[in-house]
């Protein structure tokens, strides 16, 4: 428990720190340009996904056997980056202008994001030494290092110049510098493991590399579609709405990060805690015994921010309002994720991830479809609205895969409350009435405390038990 303790601080603290930024950028930026640093993060997180080339997979499997890999897995993606250079540099006219909606030629936007996705994809590799080593606790720190930097600088720059006046190339220039903070905090820390590293480009090279593509590339592809899944709402109000309607999304999205903590921690603990016991006679009374608990903590998380909600409309500019109601939608993402990593355990102990691939595809055309006719009409609240239908879809899916390729869990009670959660996001969000609202998720919020009490007094149990 201690362990756990030790990796849920970096999520906690990052999404804390992330908290509090937020509404600092919302009055210090115009909603343009607060739209113009969500594309920003849609173009480090992709380039993280694609340019690694799914070797930092390959990294992870191999890290105890190989450790000199690293340097094998690092050269395609900086190879990559610097194919990048020569045409974004070239054209940064057509770059700036599609990308960021920002008629000018000066390259200076295009160097700030080259180095971005250098550092990046170079901190990827870093912090996962940190991870493998099960250093939790510097681990954690990676996680908070940069956003602890970020709201820094934001914090002098928002106390040195008029509201709303700030520039999208200032804060992209302190996200760079963040990234290379935590670049030099992990060189410090990693330099004697760096060190004994023995690396060459000899014929060791090119065996390794084929030897990772061939473990990595059928990675990306179900990657991209989840990555296409949780993106293509931000780059699709982009294009059928406005750079508005993607800051007030980008606002709402960023307030439900607080929600990715659950999904952070127990993605860490639950697949090695599976992989342990597969063989366990143990195992399926291990797993109907955790799903009520998980259940239990999806539900309070959507209840009581449907409660305090309204809260929100205190932090921000009057522009961004709507996000009160939008972040009840956008918290499904990190939620039913979380709850389908609970259930899903199959489909990778049976070794299909041909199903997952198939998943995340099905549920990227199903989102894909649902923002585009939803989004020219409702905007931001379209996006939500899409998103948080498909992962509910997406929940549903890998249950089922899982429970037909090993162990069949009883679901229907859990779809059902889902779907009444479900409903109450999508009333809250068209409703503009804040007290009805947080009536509703005080009723539901009173139901299920009394239908799960048990798991509750079973959680809290554990805790104090350590």
């Known amino acids: 428990m201690k362990k756990i303790l030790i990796y849920a601080v970096g999520p906690i603290g990052s999404s804390f720190l992330g908290f509090i930024t937020v509404p600092l950028l919302s009055w210090l930026l115009s909603q343009d340009d607060m739209g113009r640093i969500s594309i920003f993060h849609l173009l480090c997180s992709l380039a993280t996904l694609a340019m690694t080339l799914g070797l930092d997979q390959y990294y992870m499997r191999e890290y105890y056997t190989k450790k000199k890999i690293m340097f094998y897995c690092l050269i395609p993606s900086l190879i990559f980056v610097s194919i990048l250079v020569i045409p974004i540099v070239l054209y940064s006219k057509q770059f700036n202008d599609i990308v960021f909606d920002i008629n000018s030629g000066s390259i200076t936007i295009a160097f700030v994001v080259l180095l971005s996705l250098f ?86 090279f090119i065996f390794e590399l084929k030897k990772g593509l061939i473990f990595g590339v059928p990675l990306i592809v179900s990657g991209l579609a989840f ?13 059928l709405a406005s750079l508005n309607e993607l800051a007030i999304y980008s606002v709402s999205v960023s307030f439900a990060s607080f929600a990715v903590i659950l999904r952070s921690v127990f993605s860490t603990i639950w697949m090695p805690i599976i992989y342990k016991n597969e063989e366990n006679d143990e195992i399926e009374k291990m797993i109907t015994d955790t799903l009520p608990l998980i259940t239990m903590l999806v539900v309070m ?60 595809l099905l549920v990227l055309i199903v989102n894909f479809l649902l923002n585009y006719y939803t989004i020219p009409t409702f905007g931001a ?61 005080i009723s539901l919020l009173v139901f299920f405390m009394f239908k799960y009490k048990n798991e509750m007094s079973k959680l809290l149990f554990r805790f104090k038990a350590g």
């Open 119 to 204: 550092f990046t994809i170079l901190n990827r590799y870093l912090c996962l030494i940190f991870r493998m080593k099960d250093l939790a606790f510097l681990f954690s720190l990676t996680q908070i290092i940069p956003k602890l930097f970020i709201f820094s600088l934001v914090l002098i720059y928002f106390s040195s110049i008029d509201f709303g006046t700030g520039d999208f190339i200032h804060i992209i220039f302190i996200y760079l510098f963040s990234n290379v903070i935590l670049s030099i905090y992990s060189f410090i820390f990693c330099y004697q493991e760096l060190k004994e590293m023995r690396y060459d480009l000899g014929n060791d």
């Open 381 to 441: 609240k379209g996006a939500a609205f899409s998103t948080l239908i498909s992962f509910y879809i997406y929940f549903i899916l890998r249950t089922e895969a899982s429970s037909r390729l090993w162990i069949n869990i009883e679901m229907k009670k859990t779809y059902l409350e889902m779907l009444i959660i479900l409903v109450a996001c999508v009333y809250t969000m068209f409703n503009e009435d804040y007290i009805n609202n947080s009536l509703l998720w």
């Open 301 to 360: 998380l959507f209840c009581l921010t449907g409660v305090f909600s309204p809260l929100l409309t205190i932090l921000l500019p009057k522009e961004y309002a709507s996000v009160s109601s939008i972040v009840v939608c956008c918290i499904g993402y990190p939620l039913f994720y979380t709850l389908s990593e609970s259930t899903s355990s199959g489909i990778y102990v049976k070794n299909k991830t041909k199903f997952a691939m198939l998943i995340s």
């Open 227 to 239: 990555w296409g899944v949780t993106s293509i709402d931000k780059i699709m109000i982009k294009e």
